[in-house]
């Protein structure tokens, strides 16, 4: 009885089985290959392409079998109309043939079934772009009545877009957004372009467009309310607000109030809000919601030179010690580490002291103090130093600085010891129109100093010292994949002989962070015994291509060039020691790791053949 049940339900567990067959192979992924037409334009292929799902999951296949590839093409169809209207071309044609039949072909499903499982089905996509349309009218009106006559100013020639440019809906929706930007900047910050209208004429392949505004009430800037203020006083950050109460309305104040609060480096979070609506007096209130950074921070950092050796260093530090984002640092470094015995080894303990805004908004008290030893080839140092100064916030890029700096130490050369005694008054200029402090891809920088030490004053020497250095940028819209990159460096001292400049403030070039591929302060002059002796003037320069395989590997071919001089004003007619080489940059969040290798390019007879440099940063 047993055995006739299960004969009767042979036939439904076949059913059974063949419709769960049915449901796997339903499911399993369809492999496709997919092709676009090119097209003349390369930014309107790049859109095509980015717009398409096709190309988006083809690795990923399809699934659904043929129906879900019919569809998977039937919606990339619109997306590729799409891309094409916003690049001006509204009579474009896109058309599909899968397997080699045309979209809507009722053979076509039973084709893509019947074809071998381990081939990819073809999908070809023939774009015709057809003639790009252009602006012919662009009015700006009033919203309501679409009077010509505006209540503001609108600078028509500062619009992204302009009659007879593509009518490339992109570029519409950015003039939109530049009216309404142009209006808030004239104090209305609720002004609005609720009129956006464009018209296509076939016959004539243009578009007239026409927008309308709407500017809202006036407004001047309103109170500012801090929320989130726990260690940072909230007097401080009253002092960032860089406006007045009752002065214009307008967006670039915010801005400003944002990237003010975010310089003295205490908020990890900065969120402004401004008021739905304006006071009786007409003004926009703002809320500012701040979150405060952790005050302490450590870090440390490592080098490696063939002729320096080992380097390191470490520091901790406090970013708001009193609160008024006053900053305070301790850093221990040493180096040359494995190049001589211990007692020769290179140390500096340092302490550092920055207050900003002091007795006025964007002036800086600064000072520092170092307990040091130096053990170069060229002379052996061992001392304490300090400087206290203002720095001065001219503009957002040129700052300038003036203080005092002090050194009393005793300096070896040559077998003799000498006693020095600096004083001195350090004047400096720095301009820095480029787009990162770490890894810049373009524009410059100057950085200018001047540092008399008159005798008058106390110092046992009586000369004076300068120095500017000058590095550029340009990436030549690569977006940062390869940059030229570019220093030149040139110092004089006057005042004294060189043999009465101590050894330590006499200018010396080589090494890592000036000619790699030389020894460090071995490139200038040398006495019989080989070793540096440092001169009066020094001319460096610096050319790198740095280029990024990927997000985070780079290489940079580069070569350097320089001299230190014996005379104030450097002899050109003297050989520069030039040096070129190869390296690698591995970038990360806080900056590249740099290894560079690099090779004397007209060596004399002491140098090496090659230097090797591992170090954070880039060279320059």
Request: hydrophobic residues 40%; without cysteine; charged residues 25%.
């Amino acid at each position: 009885m047993i055995f006739s049940t299960l004969r009767r339900s042979a036939p439904l567990a076949a059913m059974l089985t063949s419709a769960l067959a049915i449901s796997v192979a339903a499911q399993q992924e369809l492999a496709y290959e997919v092709t676009i037409s090119e097209v003349e334009n390369d930014d309107l292929a790049k859109a095509l392409e980015g717009s398409s799902n096709l190309v988006a999951l083809e690795e990923e296949g399809v699934p659904g079998g043929a129906v879900g590839l019919i569809r998977r093409t039937e919606a990339d169809i619109e997306r590729l109309r799409g891309a094409l209207r916003s690049y001006g071309h509204y009579v474009g044609t896109v058309e599909a043939t899968i397997a080699g039949l045309p979209l809507g072909d009722p053979a076509m499903r039973a084709k893509i079934e019947a074809a071998p499982a381990d081939v990819p089905v073809p999908v070809e996509l023939e774009v015709d772009p057809g003639p790009a349309y252009l602006i012919d009218d662009l009015a700006i009106v009033t919203a309501g009545d679409r009077s010509p006559d505006l209540p503001v100013p609108i600078d028509r020639e500062a619009l992204p877009l302009q009659p007879g440019d593509p009518a490339r809906s992109g570029a519409i929706l950015s003039t939109q957004s530049a009216i309404e930007g142009q209006i808030r900047d004239q104090g209305y910050p609720f002004a609005g372009v609720p009129l956006r209208e464009a018209v296509v004429d076939h016959a004539t392949e243009e578009m007239d467009v026409t927008f309308g505004v709407e500017t809202g009430p006036s407004a001047t800037m309103g109170e500012v309310t801090f929320e989130g203020l726990d260690q940072v006083k909230e007097s401080f950050a009253r002092g960032r607000i860089p406006f007045e109460v009752g002065d214009q309305y307008s967006p670039d104040r915010l801005t400003e109030l944002r990237d003010d609060l975010a310089e003295p480096d205490v908020f990890s979070s900065i969120r402004l809000e401004v008021a739905n609506e304006l006071t009786p007096e007409g003004r926009l209130p703002v809320d500012v919601t701040v979150v405060e950074k952790p005050r302490r921070f450590i870090g440390f950092g490592a080098e490696y030179a063939t002729s320096e050796g080992f380097g390191a260093n470490a520091f901790w530090g406090h970013r708001n010690l009193f609160g008024g984002a006053e900053r305070i640092r301790i850093d221990a470094e040493v180096g040359r580490v494995g190049t001589d015995e211990v007692a020769s080894l290179d140390y500096r303990l340092g302490l550092s002291f920055k207050k900003p805004d002091f007795l006025r908004r964007d002036q800086n008290l600064v000072a520092d103090f170092a307990i040091l030893q130096e053990n170069p080839d060229a002379y052996e140092r061992r001392g304490v130093e300090g400087t206290i100064g203002i720095e001065r916030e001219v503009t957002e890029r040129l700052t300038l600085g003036a203080g005092i700096t002090g050194e009393l130490s005793r300096v070896t050369q040559d077998d003799e010891t000498e006693t020095i005694r600096l004083i001195g008054i350090p004047l400096t200029l720095s301009y820095d129109a480029t787009d990162n402090l770490l890894d810049p891809t373009e524009g410059f920088r100057i950085d200018l100093s001047f540092t008399p030490f008159p005798s008058w004053l106390g110092s046992n020497r009586n000369f004076f010292s300068s120095r500017v250095i000058t590095s550029a940028y340009e990436d030549f819209g690569t977006e940062g994949k390869a940059i030229l990159a570019g220093r030149f460096s040139v110092g004089t001292l006057f005042g004294e002989e060189r043999d009465d400049v101590p050894a330590s403030r006499r200018f010396y070039a080589g090494g890592g962070g000036s000619i790699r591929g030389y020894d460090y302060q071995s490139v200038g002059p040398l006495d019989e015994d080989g070793d540096p002796q440092g001169g009066r003037s020094v001319v460096e320069g610096s050319l790198e291509l740095r280029y990024r395989i990927t997000e985070t590997i780079g290489i940079v071919p580069f070569i350097d060039a320089g001299m230190a001089f014996e005379d104030s004003v450097p002899d050109f007619s003297e050989d520069l020691q030039i040096a070129a080489g190869i390296g690698g940059r591995y970038y990360t969040g806080f900056g590249p790791i740099r290894v560079d290798v690099a090779f004397p390019l007209n060596p004399r007879e002491e140098d090496d053949f090659f230097a090797f440099y591992v170090s954070l940063g880039q060279a320059f």
